[in-house]
């Protein structure tokens, strides 16, 4: 749905993009075997750069609703609970909502869940809010 040109850490996971709005984003991230850990299930870290990723695309999407161009976001704080493994060769599927949306920083929460519907990881971050440069 979305490209994610400048992004190219994410195009590098094989993130998709599949809904995007100012109110949520959601997305798939195909399990590939150099995104995993031992066994073949998704990294920690493939994990919390999945929802990195969606936190920041959501604040962009919600700043050029609200505020216009030029406003930018950087990621200040990230909490992640780990719910359970997500094997090689299923897709990993998030949902990124907003708890808090201020003008400084905002708070997002991603949910991904496994192909089956169990939920794997909760992820909780903090985005800081950058004015335009002048």
Known sequence: MSDLHGLPFAELMGLKITAISPDKVTAELPVRPELC???AVLHGGAVMAFAD?????A???WLKANL????GTTTIESKT???AAIPAGETAHAECTPIHRGRTTQVWQTKISRAD?????IVTQTQLV?????
């Open 59 to 61: 604040t962009m999407a």
């Open 68 to 71: 216009g161009e030029g406003w």
């Open 53 to 57: 990723t969606l936190g920041a695309v």
């Open 117 to 121: 519907g169990k939920l794997a990881a």
């Open 130 to 134: 950058l004015a335009p440069r002048a």
């Open 81 to 83: 609970n780990f719910l």
């Open 37 to 39: 850990t031992r066994p």
